[in-house]
């Protein structure tokens, strides 16, 4: 079973940007779809981008044109490029293969503030 740990997380100002790292062991991460989720405070966790095992993506309408998400087989890792940052932007970003596996990483905190 893949094993997935993200990371790239911090604080940014409104207009910044921020790369996330998930980073897989245990299988390849090119077998398997891989999401990028976030959970804001109160909030449900949703999906905000994946990409499958042949490439396609996805994207959420709520980033869509701002983010983008990429693979690098090589070093069995999934990025999300994250551009034009909002506020509403902020949330702990977590990867899990879609649909997600029961086991939930720690994520990583993006804090989108002046």
């Known amino acids: 079973q893949v094993q997935l740990v993200e990371s790239g997380g911090g604080l940014v100002q409104p207009g910044g940007s921020l790369r996330l790292s998930c980073l897989a062991s245990?299988?390849?991460?090119?077998?398997?779809?891989i999401g990028w989720y976030r959970q804001s405070p109160g909030k449900r966790r949703e999906l905000v981008a994946s990409?499958?095992?042949?490439?396609?993506?996805f994207y959420s309408p709520a980033v869509r044109g701002r983010f983008s998400v990429s693979r690098d087989d090589a070093n069995n890792t999934v990025y999300l490029q994250m551009n034009s940052l909002t506020p509403q932007d902020t949330a702990v970003y977590y990867c899990?293969?879609?649909?997600?596996?029961?086991?939930w990483g720690q994520g990583t905190q993006v804090t989108v503030s002046s």
């Open positions: 899990n293969t879609n649909p997600p596996m029961p086991a």
């Open positions: 245990g299988a390849a991460v090119n077998v398997v779809t």
């Open positions: 990409i499958a095992r042949l490439g396609s993506t």
